[in-house]
C-alpha cells in the first residue's frame, strides 16, 4: 500500500471511529485559552479538524507546591479559573465544540461534526487534603486526576518524590474510595511504583495512565515497567502510550513516530489489545519527529494500518479502550 492510499484508509478510518487524546495540557499554556486559534498550542479545533481527532482530555496541570492552607486555596482558586476558561470556550464555539463527561457524549458530538472536550486535572495537589475540594472538582465536570506530579503530596509519592509515604497517604486512600464512589477515573502517571500498586489494591475501578510509556524501551523513571502494564491490564485499566521524547527513546533527539508505534506494539505483543491508548502530552512537551501536534495525530493511523493493524484494534487504541474504562467509571444511576 503506498503513502496516499494509506491516507485515505487512515482518514476513512477515523471517519467511522472514535479518536481520544487522553492527554493534553493546552489549557496551562497561555492566560488567552482560544480553541479556535490554530496557531495558538499544539491541540486546538482546527488542529483536530485537520488530524480528524473527536476528543482531547484538557487537562489544567498544576505543579507541586507548598502545601500549607493558604497555598492549597490559591492553587484550587487557580484551578476553577481554568476550568472555567474551558467551560467559556465551549460556550463561545457551540456549533464546533462541546465539553463531555460521558462516553456517549463524545459520540454524539462526533455524529454532529463537533470536537469533544473532557476536563482533567494533572496534580491531586490541587484539592490539597479536601474531599469538599475534590467533590467540588466533579462537579465541574472533571472526569480524571492525575494523583500526583513531579514531587509527593498529600495524597500520595510521586515517580519523583521522596517516597514520603511508601505509597498512598492514608488521605489518598479516601480519595481513591471518592474518586471510585463520584465517577472520576484515577490517572496513576507520575505516580511512584509503590502509589501504583496501593491505587490497584485499593481501587474497586479500573485506572488508567494518561499519558505513560514503556520502560522496557525506553529506561525513564515516569514509564511502566513490564509488570505493571501487566497488573494495569489484570484490573482492566488501560496505558496510554505518551508521545514524549523523554519517554519514548533513551536519545531524546532521535525519538519518532515510528518509536511510538513500538511502544502500541509492546503492550499489544504483552497484554493484548484491549489495555492501550494514545495521550500525547501536547502542549505539556509532548512531540515527535512525524508528529508534533494534533493535525499530525493521523500519522498514529497510517503507521498502524502498514504495521498490519485491523480496524477493529485501531478503533480500541484510538479511543475504545479509554471510553471502555469511563464507562465502568461512570457514576452508578447516570445514563
Not at 257 to 269: C, F, L, M, Q, S
Request: overall charge negative.
Amino acid at each position: 500500500m503506498n503513502q496516499t492510499e494509506l491516507s485515505e484508509k487512515a482518514q476513512a478510518l477515523h471517519r467511522q471511529i472514535v479518536t481520544i487524546d487522553s492527554h493534553c495540557d493546552t489549557p496551562t499554556v497561555s492566560e488567552e485559552l482560544d480553541f479556535t486559534n490554530r496557531d495558538g498550542s499544539k491541540v486546538n479545533i482546527p488542529l483536530m479538524q485537520e488530524g480528524m481527532i473527536d476528543c482531547a482530555f484538557m487537562a489544567v496541570y498544576i505543579p507541586q507546591g507548598p502545601r500549607d492552607e493558604e497555598s492549597i486555596e490559591n492553587v484550587f482558586n487557580e484551578t476553577i479559573t481554568i476550568l472555567r476558561k474551558i467551560l467559556r470556550e465551549s460556550f463561545k464555539h457551540p456549533d464546533s465544540l462541546g465539553v463531555c463527561f460521558y462516553p456517549e457524549q463524545i459520540k454524539k458530538l462526533k455524529n454532529a461534526d463537533k470536537k469533544a472536550v473532557v476536563m482533567a486535572i494533572e496534580n491531586g495537589y490541587a484539592f490539597g487534603k479536601s474531599l469538599e475540594k475534590l467533590e467540588r472538582f466533579y462537579q465541574f465536570g472533571v472526569r480524571y486526576i492525575t494523583l500526583c506530579h513531579n514531587g509527593d503530596n498529600d495524597i500520595c509519592d510521586s515517580a519523583f518524590g521522596s517516597g514520603e509515604w511508601g505509597g498512598l497517604s492514608p488521605f489518598g486512600r479516601n480519595v481513591v474510595r471518592d474518586m471510585n464512589d463520584w465517577g472520576m477515573m484515577i490517572d496513576v502517571s507520575h505516580s511512584a511504583v509503590s502509589t501504583f500498586y496501593d491505587v490497584l489494591k485499593y481501587s474497586q475501578k479500573p485506572v488508567i495512565a494518561s499519558h505513560s510509556s514503556c520502560r522496557a524501551l525506553c529506561d525513564h523513571g515516569r514509564n511502566l515497567d513490564d509488570e505493571q502494564i501487566k497488573a494495569l491490564a489484570e484490573h482492566q485499566g488501560v496505558m496510554q502510550i505518551a508521545l514524549y521524547k523523554e519517554f519514548i527513546n533513551n536519545n531524546p533527539d532521535e525519538a519518532s513516530i515510528d518509536d511510538a508505534i513500538k511502544h502500541i506494539r509492546h503492550v499489544v505483543d504483552l497484554v493484548g489489545i484491549d489495555y492501550v491508548g494514545i495521550g500525547s502530552d501536547f502542549d505539556g512537551g509532548g512531540e515527535l519527529i512525524g508528529c508534533r501536534d494534533a493535525s499530525e495525530l493521523i500519522r498514529i493511523t497510517e503507521k498502524l494500518i502498514a504495521e498490519g493493524f485491523d480496524d477493529e484494534s485501531i478503533a480500541k487504541i484510538w479511543g475504545g479502550n479509554l471510553m471502555r474504562v469511563m464507562e465502568v467509571n461512570k457514576r452508578e444511576g447516570v445514563v
